[in-house]
């Protein structure tokens, strides 16, 4: 299902932090969202998801697409461990030893069993990637995936996201136009919007 | 973690046990009225005397039971009543004068009402159950609301299931509440249980015991109860806890300890 959006205003209060957006992601897609730190680059993708309601404009397609996210803070519970959190998210014929897998590609062999509260800041992203990636989806969006990531460990990960989310759209916020580049990916610049000076 | 004081060896621990019980004979030959106290000799004694008599396990797996079942229907009560006070409001608000009420009523009150109500036999479970009732629906209640609500919105995107969310979101994130309220709730049910019962005269009650000794000036009858009291208190919340301990190793997968 392709995802298209219009018009796409959202205010928090009277900050207008997104205002008239337009995009098209094709299903199937890769595109990577930049654009300086508090631009809306997370809100525009929170209204994607459906997690905020925006103000004006639409968005068609959402409701027919099954999302996947990797959040900006990874929201993981911290109680269960790496299999558990990436198996929560797993329809049901998806096995632990399929889990324990993927986790080992991700570099975290040795982890899979231990409480995600005692995990680095760095495998707690690969364990939050992971689960958006095993997950039934047909658009995974990720809010800066690749914070926390050494250079090795991201080639490592970019290259399996793009093995495992072949033919799923593909929206990815990033700081980092190599990342695009890696991802094959169209770039989203979203701006900062001035607030026009009001005249008193 | 800072220690606040040196551990000394754990026979320690032993010997201040038995010093203690020094202390307490020692009090014994002091008393003046001898009726009116047990010493340590005398304890043991009534112990081994009753300890043979069926009656006295009959009474104290009848009480056991009572109390124990009045736990145990107020912890799957107030659990489904938090659940549903999280998420229907109307039920919270028609819930929580209820509980606030019931929290307020001293329990002397609250036994004679039940004894006119309902007949004795039922007693220590229903008190049993009303002091725990409060203080497993507040705690779980409080752990539902304080849970992040990042996380239903993560359940949200993810589609989870009901099923789901409860075994993997709300069940560990409750564990601690549960726990809290758990240990909490085991201290008030068994004071609270026996209390009734020594008003009340449930027949095969350590309650009813307890106030036979007293018409009876059995003050070591007196002091072997009390001690079976704390120690199947003790036990129950040992058992307990372990049961809970474990279960929060199973939900979470965790390893065991000392296997990293
Ligand atoms: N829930 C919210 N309530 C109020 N203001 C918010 C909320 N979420 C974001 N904002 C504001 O919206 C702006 C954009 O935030 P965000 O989308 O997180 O930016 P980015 O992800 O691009 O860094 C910021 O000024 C932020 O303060
Ligand atoms: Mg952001």
Same mark, same amino acid.
């Given at each position: 299902?392709?995802?298209?959006?219009?018009?796409?205003?959202?205010?928090?209060?009277?900050?207008?932090?997104?205002?008239?957006?337009?995009?098209?992601?094709?299903?199937?897609?890769?595109?990577?969202?930049?654009?300086?730190?508090?631009?809306?680059?997370?809100?525009?993708?929170?209204?994607?998801?459906?997690?905020?309601?925006?103000?004006?404009?639409?968005?068609?397609?959402?409701?027919?697409?099954?999302?996947?996210?990797?959040?900006?803070?990874?929201?993981?519970?911290?109680?269960?461990?790496?299999?558990?959190?990436?198996?929560?998210?797993?329809?049901?014929?998806?096995?632990?030893?399929?889990?324990?897998?993927? !986790?080992? %590609?991700?570099? *975290? =062999?040795?982890? #899979?069993?231990? @409480?995600?509260?005692? +995990?680095?800041?760095?495998?707690?992203?690969?364990?939050?990637?992971?689960?958006?990636?095993?997950?039934?989806?047909?658009?995974?969006?990720?809010?800066?995936?690749?914070?926390?990531?050494?250079?090795?460990?991201?080639?490592?990960?970019?290259?399996?996201?793009?093995?495992?989310?072949?033919?799923?759209?593909?929206?990815?916020?990033?700081?980092?136009?190599?990342?695009?580049?890696? !991802?094959? %990916?169209?770039? *989203? =610049?979203?701006? #900062?919007?001035? @607030?026009?000076?009001? +005249?008193? | 973690?800072?220690?606040?004081?040196?551990?000394?060896?754990?026979?320690?621990?032993?010997?201040?046990?038995?010093?203690?019980?020094?202390?307490?004979?020692?009090?014994?030959?002091?008393?003046?009225?001898?009726?009116?106290?047990?010493?340590?000799?005398?304890?043991?004694?009534?112990?081994?005397?009753?300890?043979?008599?069926?009656?006295?396990?009959?009474?104290?797996?009848?009480?056991?039971?009572?109390?124990?079942?009045?736990?145990?229907?107020?912890?799957?009560?107030?659990?489904?009543?938090?659940?549903?006070?999280?998420?229907?409001?109307?039920?919270?608000?028609?819930?929580?004068?209820?509980?606030?009420?019931?929290?307020?009523?001293?329990?002397?009150?609250?036994?004679?009402?039940?004894?006119?109500?309902?007949?004795?036999?039922?007693?220590?479970?229903?008190?049993?159950?009303?002091?725990?009732?409060?203080?497993?629906?507040?705690?779980?209640?409080?752990?539902?609301?304080?849970?992040?609500?990042?996380?239903?919105?993560?359940?949200?995107?993810?589609?989870?299931?009901?099923?789901?969310?409860?075994?993997?979101?709300?069940?560990?994130?409750?564990?601690?509440?549960?726990?809290?309220?758990?240990?909490?709730?085991?201290?008030?049910?068994?004071?609270?249980?026996?209390?009734?019962?020594?008003?009340?005269?449930?027949?095969?009650?350590?309650?009813?015991?307890?106030?036979?000794?007293?018409?009876?000036?059995?003050?070591?009858?007196?002091?072997?109860?009390?001690?079976?009291?704390?120690?199947?208190?003790?036990?129950?919340?040992?058992?307990?806890?372990?049961?809970?301990?474990?279960?929060?190793?199973?939900?979470?997968?965790?390893?065991?300890?000392?296997?990293?």
């Amino acid at each position: 299902m392709d995802l298209t959006i219009r018009q796409l205003t959202k205010k928090f209060n009277d900050q207008i932090v997104l205002h008239d957006i337009n995009a098209d992601f094709e299903q199937g897609s890769v595109t990577c969202i930049t654009g300086p730190s508090g631009c809306g680059k997370t809100t525009l993708i929170h209204c994607i998801l459906g997690l905020y309601k925006p103000d004006s404009g639409e968005i068609t397609g959402a409701a027919d697409t099954r999302f996947a996210a990797v959040f900006q803070e990874n929201r993981l519970c911290p109680q269960l461990d790496a299999i558990t959190n990436v198996q929560l998210a797993c329809k049901k014929n998806v096995s632990a030893a399929e889990i324990c897998t993927s !986790l080992d %590609a991700m570099g *975290l =062999t040795d982890y #899979a069993g231990k @409480q995600v509260s005692s +995990l680095s800041g760095g495998m707690k992203r690969r364990v939050s990637i992971l689960r958006a990636l095993m997950a039934e989806s047909d658009c995974i969006i990720m809010d800066e995936p690749f914070k926390g990531l050494d250079d090795a460990l991201k080639d490592q990960v970019i290259s399996y996201i793009r093995n495992k989310a072949k033919g799923k759209t593909l929206l990815v916020v990033t700081h980092d136009l190599r990342d695009a580049e890696k !991802l094959n %990916a169209k770039i *989203l =610049t979203l701006t #900062a919007f001035q @607030q026009p000076f009001l +005249l008193i | 973690m800072k220690r606040r004081y040196k551990s000394l060896p754990p026979v320690i621990r032993w010997l201040v046990i038995v010093f203690w019980v020094l202390i307490w004979q020692l009090c014994s030959y002091l008393v003046p009225y001898k009726f009116l106290f047990a010493s340590p000799v005398q304890v043991m004694a009534a112990f081994g005397q009753l300890c043979f008599s069926a009656d006295f396990w009959l009474t104290t797996a009848s009480s056991f039971w009572k109390i124990s079942a009045g736990f145990f229907l107020a912890l799957l009560t107030g659990c489904l009543l938090a659940a549903f006070s999280y998420r229907f409001v109307i039920v919270r608000e028609l819930l929580m004068p209820l509980i606030r009420l019931i929290k307020a009523i001293p329990v002397a009150s609250f036994i004679i009402l039940v004894i006119l109500w309902f007949n004795s036999s039922s007693l220590s479970t229903i008190i049993s159950f009303s002091m725990v009732l409060p203080v497993i629906y507040i705690n779980i209640l409080q752990g539902l609301d304080s849970y992040d609500e990042k996380m239903l919105e993560m359940a949200y995107v993810f589609r989870l299931s009901l099923v789901r969310r409860i075994r993997y979101l709300y069940i560990p994130a409750l564990m601690p509440y549960f726990v809290t309220a758990c240990s909490l709730g085991l201290g008030f049910c068994w004071k609270s249980g026996v209390a009734a019962e020594v008003i009340g005269q449930p027949a095969h009650s350590i309650g009813g015991e307890i106030y036979m000794t007293k018409l009876n000036l059995l003050t070591p009858e007196l002091f072997v109860w009390t001690i079976v009291i704390i120690l199947i208190s003790a036990s129950f919340e040992k058992l307990i806890m372990f049961f809970l301990h474990k279960l929060e190793k199973k939900i979470s997968h965790l390893p065991r300890q000392g296997q990293e």
